[in-house]
């Protein structure tokens, strides 16, 4: 949802529900509420999105903390969004001490929260997420691309939350390349090769609460498989050639046991 003037708030959330609503249950998909960030959702319309999301039961997820000219929106009504919002005439949201502050105001704080990027945290920040119960979605190629500075992984693992990875969109990194973010992961704390793809896969699972379902190979799980050619060779070094492989060493996809990628001569 991307609506920041509180006057389009009704059909923003009109549009919402009837998307809600026209999703068949058979199709076997699961929708989630995203009112999209706090420069471009007013706060009246962050609260009722927020309503909807948990009165349906389904996930919310929220881009927080990306970059510090949203801080500087939300703490002191300054920078780039603050003047983008007065020369529309747009009513400012409340001050805060900071983007997770703001929402905490809001009530969004919550179990069924991913937050996504969560870059510009502090502990306050962090204590707040995690009495909260939320998950944390880090996008650290993205954040490095646009200069917003790297999410503190190692302070948000230490402080035991459930944490993933995503890469924001194909627009902001140009791939979507769970493993690329996976190194850059272990680039920012040194972790090893299993804890930087665990992140990538049951960190994952658990940040959607779907661990039970998807993010390891046992029986009764999802059959979500990534085929790799050339590993052969590499013995106990296995979970390092993985997470070094490029896309050329992909052979397959398949979700849920059906195929959805296959390369050439496979």
Known sequence: MIAPDPAGADVALDALTAFLDG?????GLRCGVSPHAPYTVSPGLIQRAVALARDAGVPLAMHIAESPAESSFVTAHT??????????GLPLPPQCRSPVAYLETLGVLGSDLLAIHAAQVDREDIAALRRAGAAVAVCPRSNRRHGHGDPPLAAL????????LGSDSVASVGTMDLLAEARAARELTGMGPEAALGLATLGGAAVLHMEHEIGS???????DLCVFRGLAEAGAELAEAVLDAGPGAIAATYVAGRPVYEADGV
């Open 157 to 164: 693992l230490r402080a035991g939350l459930r944490v993933g």
């Open 79 to 88: 920078g780039p969004f603050a003047e983008d919002w007065r020369a529309r």
């Open 23 to 27: 999703v068949p249950s058979a199709t």
């Open 217 to 223: 190979l046992e029986a009764g799980k999802w059959a």
